[in-house]
């Protein structure tokens, strides 16, 4: 596609419920990351893929999280068991490899935990 | 523990003047990042910035990286309206690219 593509674009949820957050990234790019935007805590990084390298979990901030990218391409992030301060932005971004490349960040998913 | 600061947080111009934005890291690095996020969209890349000493220039911003000082600036030529938008710097010490610091973000409005 012509740019990251993230759904749904908004979400509602209750606490203690499961969601998934999805990810297209730009057709070619090897790397794809997920980061989170809140008004306490401003963008904090939260796990990066590259190829078929395991995964940089490090930024995940609880085993509630995680991630799975298929096929090289498509990502979904899973959060299990929502609590309020999950609520935030979930940004996804996608760069032609890791090094030293600019990253296209998608334009997020706006997660609200009720 | 890296850490990223943007000076200042909130910043209101004129248009037509100049003024620079400041980010400061903590830990070495030569890798910097500058991009730009307008009110409800995502973020956009400005600048990649990889070697002490390094410049450029797209528009009215500059960007400048010393790593020595472990500082870059942003600088903004003779602003118009259309500048206006946060700007967050991101550092990345991993030396791959694959995991940015962001600053907190400078607020950029320009009132005509």
């Known amino acids: 596609g012509a740019g990251v593509s993230q759904s749904p674009s908004n979400k509602v949820t209750e606490k203690g419920k499961d969601v998934e957050l999805r990810c297209d990234p730009i057709s070619g790019h090897t790397a794809l990351y997920w980061y989170r935007q809140s008004l306490g805590q401003g963008l904090e990084f939260l796990i990066y893929?590259?190829?078929?390298?395991?995964?940089?979990k490090s930024g995940l901030p609880s085993d509630r999280f995680s991630a799975e990218r298929t096929g090289g391409s498509v990502s979904t992030l899973t959060i299990q068991r929502t609590q309020q301060e999950d609520s935030a932005v979930y940004l996804c971004?996608?760069?032609?490899?890791?090094?030293?490349?600019?990253?296209?960040f998608g334009s997020g998913t706006q997660l609200s935990v009720l | 523990e890296l850490k990223v600061e943007q000076n200042p947080l909130f910043l209101s111009m004129q248009e037509g003047k100049n003024y620079t934005i400041y980010c400061n890291y903590s830990t070495t690095s030569d890798r910097l990042y500058w991009y730009r996020q307008d009110p409800g969209k995502s973020l956009e890349s400005l600048f990649v910035l990889l070697s002490n000493g390094a410049v450029k220039q797209e528009g009215r911003l500059m960007a400048s990286l010393d790593t020595k000082a472990r500082l870059s600036t942003l600088h903004i030529t003779a602003a118009v309206h259309d500048l206006s938008a946060t700007y967050f710097c991101?550092?990345?010490?991993?030396?791959?690219?694959?995991?940015?610091?962001f600053g907190e973000g400078t607020q950029l409005t320009v009132n005509p």
């Open positions: 893929f590259q190829g078929n390298s395991a995964p940089d």
């Open positions: 991101a550092v990345d010490v991993t030396g791959s690219g694959s995991r940015l610091t």
């Open positions: 971004a996608s760069s032609l490899a890791a090094t030293n490349e600019k990253l296209f």
